[in-house]
T-cell receptor, first 117, second 117 residues
Framework: GAVVSQHPSRVICKSGTSVKIECRSL??????MFWYRQFPKQSLMLMAT?????????EQGVEKDKFLINHASLTLSTLTVTSAHPEDSSFYIC?????????????FGPGTRLTVL | DAKTTQPPSMDCAEGRAANLPCNHS???????VYWYRQIHSQGPQYIIH???NNETNEMASLIITEDRKSSTLILPHATLRDTAVYYC??????????????????FGGGTRVLVKP
């Protein structure tokens, strides 16, 4: 099966610093990658969609200057939380998509828990 | 994509079948029904999907009503490891077209399933 990894799995940082989270598709080339955020006891909320080599598409209400997404290759996307604040503490999950028949399969990473002090 | 409605929670006994309902009364003819689950502090895991016919795999069975306005996910013999939040998602398939918008998965509240010994 397709495997998606995230690094780091958990990170603690001080308020005002930036944090980079990596998402990799290990055994397939992902046409599209997605970034989600999940607060405790809540569902996943899509933050942005990125295609390799092009600018990410952000969902309404997500600040593109705060959550920088780089999709440099078909196997790697990064999310950088700039000038992080305690309210950015959350579980960040990426997914990677590949075509399969008449639809696009989507595989999820294990998530990254960010805690901003 | 059509919206789905699921009960917020349900309990089931270990070893018994768990039947998880989902309503998707506004589903369109070209929309698939997908089921994912999320075990605590992990990324979502794909379970099964279907269009019209009932589907079965090693994890579960999916029963879709004839009018396609509702479906039921069946875990035939629930184990403690099946304790998770189960999400029913309706999504359009994009045949031959790799477009980010067609890949989007919109997560609702899901059903929190607790399997008890």
């Amino acid at each position: 099966g397709a495997v998606v990894s995230q690094h780091p799995s958990r990170v603690i940082c001080k308020s005002g610093t930036s944090v980079k989270i990596e998402c990799r598709s290990l055994d397939f080339q992902a046409t599209t990658m997605f970034w989600y955020r999940q607060f405790p006891k809540q569902s996943l909320m899509l933050m942005a969609t990125s295609n390799e080599g092009s600018k990410a598409t952000y969902e309404q209400g997500v600040e593109k200057d705060k959550f920088l997404i780089n999709h440099a290759s078909l196997t790697l996307s990064t999310l950088t939380v700039t000038s992080a604040h305690p309210e950015d503490s959350s579980f960040y999950i990426c997914s990677a998509s590949r075509p399969s028949g008449d639809y696009n399969e989507q595989f999820f990473g294990p998530g990254t828990r960010l805690t901003v002090l | 994509d059509a919206k789905t409605t699921q009960p917020p929670s349900m309990d089931c006994a270990e070893g018994r079948a768990a039947n998880l309902p989902c309503n998707h009364s506004t589903i369109s003819g070209n929309e698939y029904v997908y089921w994912y689950r999320q075990i605590h502090s992990q990324g979502p895991q794909y379970i099964i999907h279907g269009l019209k016919n009932n589907e079965t795999n090693e994890m579960a069975s999916l029963i879709i009503t004839e009018d396609r306005k509702s479906s039921t996910l069946i875990l035939p013999h629930a184990t403690l490891r099946d304790t998770a939040v189960y999400y029913c998602i309706v999504r359009v398939a994009r045949k031959g077209v790799i477009k980010a918008a067609g890949n989007k998965l919109t997560f609702g509240g899901g059903t929190r399933v607790l399997v008890k010994p």
